[in-house]
């Protein structure tokens, strides 16, 4: 099973928007509706985010969103904060009871 | 409150089996539905997802690691076991077990994670 491929890195100043991409294939990312995302900071474990595509677990910010065209998922971030600076990975269903998880993404926020 | 938290040894040699557990709180493995999974992540690099466990005790696991991996629970103590045979120094990562959704397609809680190294 191969790994998601994600931008290494993607950076924004402050209040704009990044957009994170999360290419899968017809056997994982397109083939079902279960692309979650998971925010890590330095020595950190992940933090649960966005889960079935677009849904955001209770105590998410709204400014988190996810959405899936294809074999590629996306996470948006929007009005980015200084705290959003972290790695980020998406993980998907890829048949057969396994998953798979990104090659994950540095946000630096400028 | 659900708490996981990742138990074992810090290091270990290279063809040795590593035994790790996973103490949980705040749910039970008893409960329909519930369902565990073990993660690992090596230095500097991105997270693999390695096996999972259901509340009915089925098992599934890695297609690249499933030769070396076996989970294991005991609903009693509130535990879950992963052990993975001839440990390599490439094997050397973050261990996380985190607890699925109930959907069962994501990881919603996350233990803290236990660094293990091999190394002779």
């Known amino acids: 099973q191969s790994a998601l491929i994600q931008p290494r890195s993607v950076s924004g100043s402050p209040g704009q928007s990044v957009t994170i991409s999360c290419i899968g294939t017809s056997s994982d990312v397109g083939g079902y509706n279960y692309v979650s995302w998971y925010q890590q900071h330095p020595g950190k474990a992940p933090k649960f985010m966005i889960y079935?595509?677009?849904k955001r677990p209770s105590g998410v910010p709204d400014r988190f969103s996810g959405s899936k065209s294809g074999n590629t998922a996306s996470l948006i971030i929007s009005g980015l904060q200084a705290e959003d600076e972290a790695d980020y990975y998406c993980?998907?269903?890829?048949?057969?009871?396994?998953?798979?998880f990104g090659t994950g993404t540095t946000v630096t926020v400028l | 409150q659900v708490t996981l938290k990742e138990s074992g040894p810090a290091l270990v040699k290279p063809t040795q089996t590593l035994t790790l557990t996973c103490t949980f709180s705040g749910f039970s493995l008893t409960t329909v539905g519930t369902r565990l999974s073990w993660i690992r992540q090596p230095p500097g690099k991105a997270l693999e997802w390695l096996a999972r466990i259901d509340w009915d005790d089925d098992k599934f696991y890695s297609t690249s690691l499933k030769t070396r991996l076996t989970m294991s629970k005991d609903t009693s103590k509130n535990q879950v076991v992963l052990t993975m045979t001839n440990m390599d120094p490439v094997d050397t990562a973050t261990y996380y077990c985190?607890?699925?959704?109930?959907?069962?397609?994501?990881?919603?809680?996350w233990g803290q994670g236990i660094l293990v190294i091999v190394s002779s």
């Open positions: 993980f998907s269903y890829a048949g057969s009871y396994t998953y798979v």
């Open positions: 985190a607890r699925m959704h109930s959907s069962g397609w994501s990881l919603e809680f």
């Open positions: 079935d595509v677009n």
